[in-house]
């Protein structure tokens, strides 16, 4: 009763059975008393299992001992050779593995009571620590195969751009060449206009009476009221058109470029193209055509 009462207040007692007098066994048939201790042994091994469920079955036999209190002090007192009965000095040797054992037992108690919850606490942390860690190293290893797979795509985008951009080049020149004929086509035709108006022009300066001596004054002043003229009639007839031409060229110059890019860089050249008109200028050395 005492035993269960221990069990029930205690999760889990270190609980050893003494089988003591023992040493009634001496002069004993062996047999018999061999039966007997497993008997004995056995109904133990139950009762530590089966009833007080304070130890597994295959640790239940170092917990039951065969000893005599008696020869134990004989011997504590008197020494080992006192010790003559028949099986005297093994069950000596039985009540010493005892006191190892339990010992063992107390010492494990002890430190279990004193540091187990430390370490308990130590193991959830670890834990905790551990899962973090696995949870880290996880996204780690998604990030750098994201950063792998971006990485593969833009060395193919580069490797795209590089193998284009020679043939980019040979067509650009090829339109800007074609443009610049246009423009230079443009403004020869309107000079060729505008020169046969030359007269109008030169009838429409006012010299404001000049002499023999102011002649140079007058031809620095005709050449640059031509000019004057000359560069407004362009710029009304030839602006407009070479405006519309260069945002030609551009605007095949562009789609050509977004057509060889990936679609998520298209965006980024719509507004490459201004909107604006050029402001265009012709310089017209009349001095220098008239002195040739």
């Not at 005892?98 to 942390?125: D, M, P, W, Y």
């Not at 407009?240 to 057509?259: D, E, F, K, N, P």
């Amino acid at each position: 009763q005492f035993s269960h009462k221990v069990s029930e207040r205690l999760s889990k007692p270190n609980i050893f059975i003494l089988n003591n007098r023992w040493d009634a066994s001496a002069g004993e048939d062996q047999e018999i008393m061999k039966k007997v201790r497993e008997q004995h042994l056995s109904k133990d091994k139950d009762f530590l299992v089966d009833e007080l469920h304070v130890v597994e079955r295959k640790k239940a036999g170092d917990r039951v001992f065969f000893v005599s209190a008696k020869e134990v002090l004989q011997c504590r007192t008197q020494g080992f050779d006192s010790l003559t009965a028949e099986g005297s000095r093994d069950r000596f040797q039985e009540f010493e593995t005892f006191e190892k054992k339990f010992e063992e037992c107390l010492s494990e108690a002890a430190i279990s009571t004193k540091f187990k919850q430390h370490v308990v606490n130590g193991l959830r942390i670890s834990e905790k620590t551990a899962a973090m860690l696995i949870s880290m190293k996880s996204t780690a290893e998604s990030r750098i195969e994201q950063c792998k797979e971006t990485l593969m795509e833009r060395q193919k985008e580069i490797s795209m751009l590089s193998d284009n951009r020679k043939g980019f080049e040979k067509e650009w020149e090829q339109k800007i060449q074609e443009t610049t004929a246009g423009v230079q086509d443009l403004v020869r035709k309107a000079m060729e206009k505008e020169i046969q108006r030359l007269r109008d022009f030169v009838n429409a300066y006012s010299s404001n009476g000049f002499s023999l001596n102011s002649l140079g004054e007058y031809k620095n002043g005709l050449f640059n009221h031509l000019e004057s003229q000359l560069d407004k009639k362009l710029m009304a007839s030839c602006n407009s058109t070479v405006t519309q031409l260069m945002r030609q060229t551009q605007q095949a110059m562009l789609y050509t470029v977004q057509s060889a890019i990936p679609q998520h860089l298209q965006m980024t050249t719509s507004n490459v193209v201004s909107s604006q008109d050029l402001a265009l200028s012709y310089e017209l050395d009349f001095a220098q055509i008239c002195a040739t």
